[in-house]
Nanobody, 121 residues
Framework: QVQLVESGGGLVQAGESLRLSCAAS????????MAWYRQAPGKFRELVAG???????NYADSVKGRFTITRDHAANTVDLKMNKLQPEDAARYYC???????????????WGRGTRVSVSS
């Protein structure tokens, strides 16, 4: 069993910053990639930022230059530093990770329950 638990959401004013954190725990053999997604009311869930085991990152165009994803391999955590937040960044943010629970297992996608980010203008 694998768990992903997010923290760090909250209400900020436009232009301010927040840091989201996600910790993976449970039966973990290896983590291939970790990512942050978000979903605003009435919209599809979208990829915000991802990072693979080599440290390669990718970002949605809308957050490039403002958000930074980092990963601690030893601690099985991934953070998302969000700067210059705008009202359109408001959403529920979800942590995702591609995890293998044993050497003989295959990669499986896992999701956290999300943390809410609200941005007032």
């Amino acid at each position: 069993q694998v768990q992903l638990v997010e923290s760090g959401g909250g209400l900020v004013q436009a232009g301010e910053s927040l840091r989201l954190s996600c910790a993976a725990s449970g039966s973990i053999f290896s983590i291939k990639a970790m990512a942050w997604y978000r979903q605003a009311p009435g919209k599809f869930r979208e990829l915000v930022a991802g990072i693979n085991k080599n440290g390669d990152t990718n970002y949605a165009d809308s957050v490039k230059g403002r958000f930074t994803i980092t990963r601690d391999h030893a601690a099985n955590t991934v953070d998302l530093k969000m700067n210059k937040l705008q009202p359109e960044d408001a959403a529920r943010y979800y942590c995702a990770a591609t995890i293998r629970t044993s050497d003989s297992d295959h990669d499986r996608n896992n999701w956290g329950r999300g943390t809410r980010v609200s941005v007032s203008s």
